[in-house]
Nanobody, 126 residues
Framework: QVQLVESGGGLVQAGGSLRLSCAAS????????MGWFHQAPGKEREIVAA????????WYADSVKGRFTISRDNAKNTMYLQMNSLKPEDTAVYYC???????????????????WGQGTQVTVSS
């Protein structure tokens, strides 16, 4: 079965950086788009960034554009989220996700995603 495992979360001061990783297994990683989401307490889960199967096409939410970078290493079956200039409002649980089909390029709707990791907590102190 498909498994997604996030790592790299933690506590960081405002202005700092973190790099999240998402290790995938259970199918051909390089065939599928991937995405990062976050969910703050009391709020809905929202997409942060998406990346197509090859890594050549990416999309970002306005709130993170210019600060976060999504990437993937298909040889390592791993996706990354480099987070720079972190703000207290970035505090959330971060999830990686992937669609069931190869039809999507950079899906931006949560409804397009079928497989989810368990999440990793990112806390940004002011």
């Amino acid at each position: 079965q498909v498994q997604l495992v996030e790592s790299g979360g933690g506590l960081v001061q405002a202005g700092g950086s973190l790099r999240l990783s998402c290790a995938a297994s259970g199918r051909t990683f390089s065939s599928y788009a991937m995405g990062w989401f976050h969910q703050a307490p009391g709020k809905e889960r929202e997409i942060v960034a998406a990346i197509n199967w090859s890594g050549r096409v990416t999309w970002y939410a306005d709130s993170v554009k210019g600060r976060f970078t999504i990437s993937r290493d298909n040889a390592k079956n791993t996706m990354y989220l480099q987070m720079n200039s972190l703000k207290p409002e970035d505090t959330a649980v971060y999830y990686c996700a992937s669609p069931r089909t190869t039809a999507w390029d950079t899906p931006r709707s949560i409804a397009a995603y079928d497989y989810w990791g368990q999440g990793t907590q990112v806390t940004v102190s002011s």
